[in-house]
Each structure stands twice: as structure tokens, then as C-alpha cells.
């Protein structure tokens, strides 16, 4: 199997993938075309990225490619879509960057309460102003307002608890009962949590229906002077409601993502909330960037890549389609010898019914077998006749609705 690597990944992975029987080509510096010509080259079966857009066009020209494997959680910068729509699976690696992205934001809240980047930044220019930089809320009692409560935003409220801070979250699917588990309070909305909180950070997943959900409203209700910390996703907020709310409401603001990022390790760059007037500090997209987090997630792409290799099945499949409803599921018991399932599935073609999932099991002995095969809609009478009387080889046939 061929892999290509075209972001940086840890080398000991690199080691990992052909012990494990992969041809490997490593290109980190892999962008736009250049991606799509090394797809297109190397024929690739796998292709490993990390921060690196794959866009349509690198779907277009891949001949072999099978598999995206996202090294980290978000996988906003695959057209999944478009790998979807040939036949391409994509897989991340949820969960594996959790504790570096919330070490991260809460760097980020202590720096705010006791601005230490200004502190840095005026005693490298000659100045002291113990005066301005002693007025510090501090931590002890505040209440932290989370969005997302995925194993970052958990993570996060494990670490302010630490430091006696009241937690309040709102996730989707975060119930009061798990709340109370996790000795934080529920929330039943965003704006919920923006109306009791006096420091927001966000963990949310940038999906179209977290799309600038920290929007002017939510931040409207958020008190004067509050802090707001983004960890996560560009998408998910409103950026130019958020300048409107620094300069209106005077929000402390900190964050790690910005909307139209550099796709390079190093590039010129100029964001607009850097230039206004406040408590403003930002990071270069580095939540995931720890050597604990680079190993975890290089140990979860590995595994996902040697499983595939072995079984053909994809871990932590993003485009998988869910449990469809309607259809039916075929059980064919048979012997197993040639031409029984091609039997079959060419009655249910002339039938033209669309096979959608299908396994075929062999039993112990390799004698006999047992094929589940989901079709789009239900066979006629028919048409099980004809599969069942069509093979002295088949045992039986069961139609079962899905």
C-alpha cells in the first residue's frame, strides 16, 4: 500500500507505516497543485495530512487514493463532499490533541486576567508600569462559560475547577444529570451561558450549523469587560461582531484561529482584530502544536492506516452515510463455492435493485457460509424464488425488513 505524508508528522510514525509493509512518500511542503501532481504521481492508496487543504481537484486526479487520514480532530479542510462523491473515505483523530488545545486556552485566560504579554512586551521596550499591570481580577470564584463539551471542553473544565473557578457549558448533548456528574452547571443554551459567564471559551466543531453561532447577539449578552477565548474554529464566530464587541463593551479577547489563515507554516499575515485598542493577544493556530499531542495523534493515524491495510475498514470514518431508513436485508445461507454470490447479486440486479452494505461470513470449516446483503427497497416473491432455486449450493433465503 502506498502512503503519501504530505504535512509534517512525526518520524517515528513515518518508521511505523513501512514496518507495517507501506511504501511511504514524505512531502510536507505539499500545497495546491503540487499536492494534486503528487497524488496523481505517486498513485497513492493513503494520503496523511495535517493542516494541508485537500480540495476537489486532488479527488479528480486520484486514480487510487482510497483514504484521507486528517491528522488531528477538525477535518474542515477536506472537501469531504467531494471525497464522498468518489468514493473516498476520510478519517480523523478525534480527541488525541484534547489536553494540548486546553492547556492552550487556559494559557490564554490567565494571560488576559494578568496580561502578561503586555507585561513582556513593555519590559522589552525599557518600561515599568507595575502601577497599570498589578490590577488583576484574578481566577478564584469567576465563572467559566463553555460552548462544546466534547473531550476539549472537558478537559478545560477539569482544569478551571483546579483552580476554584465556577464552570458553566452548554454542549448539544450535554444533559444536567452528566453536568452534575462532572461537578459543573447545565446549561440550556448559549445565550444561556453568555448571560452567567465572565470568561467564554469556545469548543465547538465548525460545522453549517455552528457557523458564526457566537454571534453580535451572544456577545451582546456577555457583561462589559468579559473575556473571550477561541481554541477552536474560526467559522464558529462572527469576527467582526466580536471587533464591534471589543471596542463597545470592552471585551478581553483571545484567540488561536483566525478567518482566512495562511495554508504555510510561515507566511505575511495581517488580522484586523491584532490593530485594535484593548487586551487583544492571539497564537498562530498552535492548539494541537505539543510534542505529547503530535505523538498521540501520530500513534492514531498510524493505527488507522495499519487497520486499513489489514481489514479494508476505515477507523474514525467521517463520511460514512448513517443507518438509512426503508430497504430490506437479503440472508443467504449457502455453501461456499464460486459463483453463489455472483447468482445472486445478478437476480437482484436484473431485478434492479441496488445492493447498499453486504457481508459474507464463513463458518468454521470453510464449507459453508452466510451472505447479509441490504438492498435499496424489498425483493418480490420472485425474485427470492429465483435466487433460492436458481443453486442446489443455496441453503436458504430469509427477507427481513431493515
Given amino acids: 500500500m502506498k502512503v503519501l505524508i504530505a504535512d509534517k508528522f512525526q518520524e517515528w510514525g513515518i518508521d511505523a507505516l513501512k514496518d507495517a509493509g ?63 462523491n468518489r468514493a473516498i473515505f476520510v478519517a480523523n483523530c478525534p480527541g488525541k490533541n484534547s489536553v494540548a488545545v486546553a492547556e492552550l486556552a487556559f494559557g490564554h485566560i490567565l494571560a488576559l486576567d494578568r496580561r502578561i504579554v503586555d507585561n513582556v512586551s513593555d519590559l522589552r521596550q525599557g518600561k515599568w508600569n507595575k502601577k497599570e499591570y498589578g490590577k488583576a481580577r484574578g481566577l478564584k470564584g469567576r465563572t467559566l462559560g463553555l460552548l462544546g463539551m466534547g473531550q476539549i471542553g472537558q478537559a478545560v473544565a477539569r482544569r478551571a475547577l483546579a483552580f476554584e473557578m465556577d464552570v458553566v457549558a452548554w454542549s448539544r448533548s450535554l444533559t444536567p444529570e452528566q453536568a452534575e456528574e462532572w461537578g459543573i452547571d447545565f446549561a440550556a443554551s448559549p445565550a444561556d451561558v453568555a448571560d452567567r459567564c465572565d470568561i467564554l471559551s469556545i469548543h465547538l466543531a465548525a460545522k453549517p450549523e455552528t457557523k458564526h453561532l457566537v454571534n453580535a447577539e451572544l456577545l451582546g449578552r456577555l457583561k462589559p469587560g468579559s473575556y473571550v477565548i477561541n481554541t477552536a474554529r474560526a467559522d464558529v464566530m462572527d469576527y467582526e461582531a466580536l471587533q464591534n464587541a471589543i471596542t463597545e463593551r470592552g471585551l478581553r479577547v483571545a484567540v488561536d484561529v483566525f478567518p482566512d489563515e495562511p495554508g504555510s507554516g510561515c507566511a505575511d499575515f495581517q488580522a484586523s482584530l491584532m490593530n485594535l485598542d484593548g487586551v487583544i493577544y492571539g497564537s498562530h493556530h498552535i492548539g494541537a502544536s505539543t510534542d505529547q499531542s503530535q505523538d498521540a495523534i501520530a500513534a492514531e493515524s498510524v493505527r488507522i492506516v495499519k487497520h486499513f491495510l489489514a481489514s479494508g475498514q476505515v477507523l474514525n470514518c467521517v463520511n460514512l452515510r448513517g443507518q438509512a431508513e426503508g430497504g430490506c436485508i437479503l ?48 425483493p418480490s416473491d420472485d425474485v427470492v424464488g429465483q435466487i433460492r432455486d436458481g443453486r442446489a449450493e443455496i441453503l436458504g433465503v430469509e427477507v427481513k425488513r431493515a
Fill in 331 to 378: 440472508t443467504v445461507r449457502h455453501l461456499n463455492v464460486p459463483g453463489v454470490l455472483a447468482h445472486t447479486l445478478s437476480a437482484l440486479r436484473t431485478a434492479g435493485l441496488n445492493v447498499e452494505e453486504m457481508d459474507n461470513l464463513i463458518t468454521s470449516g470453510a464449507k459453508g457460509a452466510c451472505a447479509h446483503i441490504r438492498v435499496d427497497s424489498e
Fill in 22 to 84: 507501506c511504501e511511504v512518500t514524505f512531502d510536507p511542503q505539499l500545497q495546491g497543485d503540487a499536492l494534486c501532481d503528487a497524488v496523481k504521481n505517486t498513485g497513492c492508496d493513503v494520503l496523511v495530512v495535517r493542516s494541508t487543504k485537500v480540495q476537489a481537484p486532488v479527488f479528480e486526479v486520484a486514480d487510487r487514493l482510497s483514504l484521507v487520514v486528517r491528522a488531528g480532530a477538525g477535518y474542515n479542510t477536506i472537501d469531504v463532499e467531494a471525497a464522498s
